[in-house]
């Protein structure tokens, strides 16, 4: 029978087995607090997130599950999965992860990054979602925030995007939309890992520049910051805008030639600029893929194919259609909970 300790940080109760001790509050977000503890059996510190009442509403329990089975089956070096889950008395969920110290949104507000880091950190990003794509997954929403890095600056990524809400107001428009591709903006329903290399290529940018590349302080303006840099999307993008407002915006903006990036990052190497170009691109039928990324004469320094896994299986997403019941769905977090423990204890 495992035993339960209660803990209170930051106004948040906690309740770990005990085997975790020493808890801490590493940081407030969206997600909730997140806290460090030290593991006594594999004698390291680990990040504590708790996920508070995951069984109030189907719609939760489903995004619960998701993600759940997303950490579960992705395990690569640059993608961050828990080591343990479990549910608390109170029906809590946690998830046990790796400890790192800081975020590519905090380095870079700490100082500005040398070209060889920069180059570093693009590099397992793109590793990262060589593998995530090749599972047939998208992440959805990568940005700084969600770039995790320990003290020798390796990278875990981590936070994918488990609503699909494609442009939900939030009183934080700048840190999450800024990084978004087009065909998102626009409303498209069929867009897939091509949304993330535009993400890449607006966190690259950044890195180089330091600042965000597309600060819009609303969605008109941001749209209207691409279409300065970049010119007007292709006319079947246009065709399959599914959001009215996006479309009066573009009507309003001036049909524009995309700038040339050389005298937009004039301190930039040209290979930098290079690869940058093909992340950017406004078509995502001509955006360059993480596969072909990584082979680009800017990372040759760090290319190996032998050392860039691919998945072994896709991801089944049959299930993120389903409409199911809050019940149904607690049973299914409550087996996958024991599937993960189960493989842990045969050593899966």
């Known amino acids: 029978m495992v035993q339960f300790v209660e803990w209170k940080i930051l106004d948040t109760v906690y309740e770990t087995p005990s085997r975790y001790t020493d808890l801490q509050a590493v940081e407030r977000s969206i997600y909730g607090v997140v806290g460090s503890a030290y593991d006594q059996i594999c004698k390291r510190h680990v990040a504590v997130r708790k996920i508070t009442k995951p069984f109030d509403s189907g719609d939760d329990a489903k995004r619960v599950y998701r993600e759940i089975r997303l950490l579960n089956q992705l395990q ?28 590519l949104d905090r380095l870079m507000k700490a100082k500005h990054l ?40 390796d990278l875990k990524i981590y936070g994918f995007d488990l609503v699909g809400d494609q442009w939900p107001q939030t009183t934080d428009y700048h840190s999450t939309k800024c990084y978004r591709a087009p065909e998102i903006i626009l409303a498209m329903r069929d867009y897939g890992g091509e949304v993330d290399i535009f993400s890449v290529g607006c966190i690259f940018a950044e890195m180089i520049q330091g600042g965000p590349l597309f600060y819009g302080k609303d969605f008109a303006h941001q749209l209207g910051l691409i279409t300065e840099l970049l010119g007007r999307p292709p006319e079947w993008m246009v065709d399959k805008c599914k ?43 001509e955006r360059i893929t993480a596969d072909r990324a990584l082979s680009h004469p800017y990372l040759k320094c760090y290319h190996d194919p ?21 019940k ?20 899966g």
């Open 243 to 285: 959001n009215k407002y996006a479309l009066d915006v573009l009507q309003s903006v001036p049909a524009r030639n995309a700038q040339q990036l050389s005298s937009v990052f004039s301190h930039a190497e040209p290979e930098a600029i290079g690869i940058l170009g093909k992340m950017l691109t406004l078509d995502p039928q």
């Open 114 to 153: 040398e070209p060889d880091l920069t180059r570093y950190i693009v590099y397992q990003i793109l590793r990262g979602l060589k593998y995530i794509h090749s599972a047939g997954v998208v992440h959805g929403d990568l940005r700084p925030s969600k770039l995790l890095l320990n003290k020798d600056c």
């Open 76 to 103: 690569h070096g640059n993608l961050i999965s828990f080591s343990d889950i479990y549910i608390s008395p109170a029906e809590d969920i946690y998830f046990i992860t790796d400890l790192l110290v800081t975020d």
């Open 328 to 347: 149904t769905w607690r049973w299914m977090i409550y087996s996958e909970v024991l599937n993960h423990h189960s493989r842990n204890i045969s050593g």
């Open 306 to 326: 032998l050392d860039e896994p691919v998945a072994g299986q896709q991801f089944d997403c049959t299930l993120d259609d389903m409409n199911a019941p809050e």
